[in-house]
């Protein structure tokens, strides 16, 4: 836990702190100036994004500062990666309780240090304040895709295919595991779990090749059915998932196995951050060929069909219409 001392200024700890990870953007003018510049293209338009992540209510207190600064980026390249979109920078918003001391400050530019490296950003602003309140984290991050070709909600057709990228439900069997849940699973599961709940992985390669592919498309952070939810709602449809088809880590399977009624969790838990999306039948084998090429599962697991709502359907033939707002901010 982060413990209290002496707190730097704010200046200092700018210099000190995030001043170095804006080093590669020269438009964030060393962070010293009150607004940064980004190079444009003609042929390209930006993509902003922005989440609040507050301690308590997205990560848990005692999680490690590194894996909170990693989340924190990673769920808005997630977003940007579903809008088919390049991420490019980001503007970086924290608000520090006086028992955040500078060493839990190190760990934290750690983890964004990392992730810059891993996925080619930069901070180039930001602001910070202090707080008597929980530790909260405003990142906003900006990317790029062609002109005209930003992949949203709003255009999935009634005989689309429905995709996810990689499995599902492993974030919120994770945080069961850390709220002291499925304590008879065995370490490595558990690891696995938890792991996927603190440091979700971005689609940032799959977004963008999804242009063109996809009709409608966003990233699974409030639940597979709630974010399906979303789509129907916006395109006008529903949709019917086949729960046999939803892919499932050995883990989560795992868990399953021992805890057969924690598949509602698994399909409306959120904290996934794969890629859902809808394509043509007509996109089946280029799908098919894109998770083959960029080594990223891809799988089929219904369709959108007339009418409202998420409707799943096991392999026996029996339905039942899933009624869940997924999470809630409020």
């Known amino acids: 836990m982060p413990s209290k001392t002496r707190r730097i200024s704010e200046f200092e700890l700018i210099a000190r702190y995030f001043a170095p990870l804006a080093r590669e953007a020269a438009g964030a003018l060393d962070l010293k100036d009150d607004a ?5 293209r003609a042929d390209a338009q930006w993509v902003v994004t922005s989440d609040v992540l507050v301690e308590g209510v997205h990560f848990l207190p005692d999680d490690p500062a590194e894996l909170i600064a990693r989340k924190s980026l990673r769920v808005n390249l997630s977003d940007l990666a579903a809008k088919g979109a390049a991420a490019k920078a980001y503007l970086l918003d924290l608000v520090l309780p006086a028992t955040h001391d500078e060493p839990w400050i190190a760990d934290f530019v750690r983890g964004l240090a990392k992730d810059q490296v891993e996925f080619g950003v930069s901070l180039i602003g ?12 405003a990142v906003t991050a900006l ?29 919120a069997l994770g945080l069961v595991v850390l709220r002291g849940g499925l304590n008879r699973l065995g370490a490595a599961a558990q690891s696995y779990l938890v792991g996927r709940y603190r440091l ?12 063109g592919i996809a009709n409608a498309a966003m990233d699974v952070s409030d639940g597979l059915v709630a974010d399906l939810g979303h789509i129907c709602a916006t395109s006008g449809l529903g949709a ?6 939803v892919p499932i ?9 021992e805890h057969p009624a924690l598949i509602t969790a698994v399909l409306t838990g959120g904290d996934d951050y794969e890629i859902l999306f809808t394509a043509p039948g007509t996109m089946a084998s280029t799908i098919l060929k894109l998770a083959q090429t960029l080594n990223v599962p891809l799988a089929r697991i219904g369709r959108m069909r ?5 409707e799943v359907v096991k392999a ?8 869940t707002p997924g999470w809630q901010h409020f």
């Open 36 to 40: 940064a510049w980004i190079e444009s």
């Open 143 to 171: 990317g790029q895709v062609p002109t005209g070709e930003m992949l949203v909600r709003s255009r999935a057709a009634a005989d689309d295919d429905i995709y996810v990228s990689g499995t599902i439900g492993d974030a």
């Open 316 to 323: 026996d033939g029996s339905g039942r219409e899933i009624d």
């Open 240 to 245: 019917v998932i086949e729960e046999d088809l």
């Open 126 to 137: 930001g602001d910070t304040a202090s707080t008597p309140g929980p530790l909260t984290i």
């Open 306 to 310: 007339p009418g409202a709502g998420v």
């Open 200 to 211: 979700p992985e971005p689609r940032t390669v799959l977004g963008p090749k999804l242009v």
């Open 249 to 257: 880590s050995p883990a989560a399977a795992t868990a399953l196995r």
